[in-house]
């Protein structure tokens, strides 16, 4: 299997964006019309909508999962780094799983469970599930 790394997909992320957005807009409007004697640092209180995106966001690039040398590695974490390595035979089942939502944008979520005493990994909100999983499948039978 050729190396490659994998995040979660910005699909979710860009969708919370142009919500938050929306609200923030309606949020601004009405302060402009309801509150038109008010100081202007009232604009900032609906930009709070936009905290959940950004946090998202963030979280997002803060997971990884990278195929290497026969070898799956997931690493999470920002301050304190996490990082989980199973080599590719030892991996025993490769589960996706998609709500309705997320087979409408064309995402899911993954499990791993290996043989070891450690149980599974799991990795939410990937693009083409159906294809990581079947890469790590086959994989997994080569060696």
Known sequence: MEDFTIHPSMK?????????????????????????DQPRWLYLIPLIVLLPPLNMHLKRRLVTLRFHDD??????????????????????????????????MG???????????????????????REIADAIINSSKKS
């Open 71 to 104: 070898h799956l590695t997931l690493e999470t974490g920002f301050f304190s780094r996490t990082r989980r390595t199973v080599d590719t035979a030892k991996i025993q089942d490769v589960t996706v799983q998609q709500s309705f939502g997320q087979r409408l």
């Open 12 to 36: 979710s992320v860009w969708a919370a964006y142009l919500l938050a957005i929306a609200i923030a807009v309606a949020g601004m409007w009405a302060v402009n019309q309801y509150a038109s």
């Open 107 to 129: 995402i899911g979520d993954l499990v791993f469970e290996d043989a070891g005493e450690s149980g599974g990994m799991a990795m939410r909100n990937l693009d083409r599930p």
